[in-house]
T-cell receptor
Framework: AQKITQTQPGMFVQEKEAVTLDCTYD???????LFWYKQPSSGEMIFLIY??????QNATEGRYSLNFQKARKSANLVISASQLGDSAMYFC?????????????FGQGTILTVHP | DVKVTQSSRYLVKRTGEKVFLECVQD?????MFWYRQDPGLGLRLIYF???????EKGDIPEGYSVSREKKERFSLILESASTNQTSMYLC??????????????FGEGSWLTVV
């Protein structure tokens, strides 16, 4: 079984500053994947970044990077140079090894508000 | 462009009504999922299907059933809607493929209010 914990219900950041959204996970699988999704107020789920458990380097996608610390079971999302459009709900999720059928286990989410 | 389409964005139903939420994907994906999203609880898996006519319970299946008669369509059914099923429902689909990377695509969500 997998579990994701996001301990920050809400975060505030000034435009152009960096922000870190916390995520810790618990899994019994040896091989797993970690995901971050963004959900604007419209409701759609937008994939941001993926990290495999055996990837040695932290994943990066543009302004998004994933700070993966396997021993601490954490997978924090770092957003650099925040923009007003980054205001949204952010979810951390994990997927176990096959045959997981692609099932994701999600955390509670963090609402990020970017101030001008 | 990949697409997961949920038939209704907003629904208001009465307690005791039978409710159908429809989801269609055009990517020939084997797997389809129904999640429920509530504040403070994140997304929780209700049911998923890995093939036509095949289904498995997720974490919160009580009060729900599903139907997958065709590969592209996955329906969530509330047999007798109750007020505690007021929520946002998200459909998703994925291919079997390689287990790494993003292979999961979501619909835009259906906001259901039961009065």
């Amino acid at each position: 079984a997998q579990k994701i914990t996001q301990t920050q219900p809400g975060m505030f950041v000034q435009e152009k500053e960096a922000v870190t959204l916390d995520c810790t996970y618990d899994t019994s699988d040896q091989s797993y994947g970690l995901f971050w999704y963004k959900q604007p107020s419209s409701g759609e789920m937008i994939f941001l970044i993926y990290q495999g458990s055996y990837d040695e380097q932290n994943a990066t996608e543009g302004r998004y990077s994933l700070n993966f610390q396997k021993a601490r079971k954490s997978a924090n999302l770092v957003i650099s140079a925040s923009q007003l459009g980054d205001s949204a709900m952010y979810f951390c999720a994990t997927k176990g090894r096959l045959p997981s059928y692609g099932k994701l286990t999600f955390g509670q989410g963090t609402i990020l508000t970017v101030h001008p | 462009d990949v697409k997961v389409t949920q038939s209704s964005r907003y629904l208001v139903k009465r307690t005791g009504e039978k409710v159908f939420l429809e989801c269609v994907q055009d990517m020939d994906h084997e797997n389809m999922f129904w999640y429920r999203q509530d504040p403070g609880l994140g997304l929780r898996l209700i049911y998923f299907s890995y093939d036509v006519k095949m289904k498995e319970k997720g974490d919160i299946p009580e009060g729900y059933s599903v139907s997958r008669e065709k590969k592209e369509r996955f329906s969530l059914i509330l047999e007798s809607a109750s007020t505690n099923q007021t929520s946002m429902y998200l459909c998703a689909s994925s291919s079997v493929g390689h287990p790494s990377g993003n292979t999961i695509y979501f619909g835009e969500g259906s906001w259901l209010t039961v009065v």
